[in-house]
């Protein structure tokens, strides 16, 4: 089938139409991004792409696939990827969020590498097929938080956020411990992140988890503990 050339050149057009290049050099320096960006704010981006992607609905997974994949691995500009990511979590698309995109997903992390990609795919995408699919995923994730590759990594430790009372905590504790000793600020981060979240529906076994591993760093302990008197 392939992807959809109607949907790539209207985001590329409606991009290069709200570019300015005076905000671009601005973000590329705050995101530290080798790729430029088109200088297209979260707003204005986020009206864009729901306008496009209402008007040119996708017809099958393949083609849903094949066109956030092409929208990713063609992109000039960042905000080309930030449209590849949105439009794989599109409401229209929402029956195909299944194990079987973990492949697509995991190329998006694993070239992605750094947070503004990885956070939102691990939390919005990744997360909720572990909720609806746990057999299927569990073991991926256990792959991935031993995994050799940070963002692998990351992803196993800060995909249950917002899963409130559904987080597996075995897995949640699997995923940190596995990720305790290193020294890395994105995990670090991510692990403190992952436990202060939790703390909303679990703030004893979090103070507990806290108390249970000395080897925490300090970062992670004050993520955790944040909201915790």
């Not at 995109?101 to 995991?106: A, G, Q, R, S, V």
């Not at 290193?182 to 979240?197: E, M, T, V």
């Amino acid at each position: 089938m392939g992807a959809n050339e109607p949907v790539l050149a209207a985001v590329r057009t409606g991009l290069a139409e709200l570019a300015d290049p005076a905000k671009a050099p601005e973000m590329q320096a705050y995101m530290k991004s080798a790729m430029p960006f088109r200088g297209v704010p979260k707003p204005e981006r986020g009206k864009l792409l729901k306008a496009v992607f209402a008007e040119h609905l996708l017809p099958d997974r393949v083609s849903f696939r094949d066109t956030v994949l092409a929208l990713w691995r063609e992109a000039q500009y960042r905000e080309e990827r930030y449209a590849a990511i949105t439009l794989s979590g599109h409401r229209a698309y929402r029956q195909w969020q299944d194990p079987d995109l973990l492949t697509m997903y995991e190329e998006l992390i694993v070239t992605g590498a750094w947070w503004d990609y990885v956070d939102e795919v691990a939390i919005r995408r990744v997360g909720p097929i572990l909720r609806t699919h746990r057999a299927a995923v569990t073991p991926v994730l256990r792959r991935w938080m031993t995994d050799a590759d940070r963002w692998r990594r990351r992803t196993a430790v800060i995909c249950q956020v917002s899963a409130k009372d559904e987080v597996d905590q075995e897995l949640l504790a699997d995923a940190i411990e596995a990720n305790l000793d290193d020294r890395d600020f994105f995990l670090r981060k991510g692990i403190g992140w992952a436990l202060r979240d939790h703390a909303r529906a679990e703030p004893e076994w979090v103070r507990g988890f806290v108390r249970a591993h000395p080897g925490l760093s300090p970062l992670s302990v004050r993520e955790a503990m944040k909201h915790l008197s």
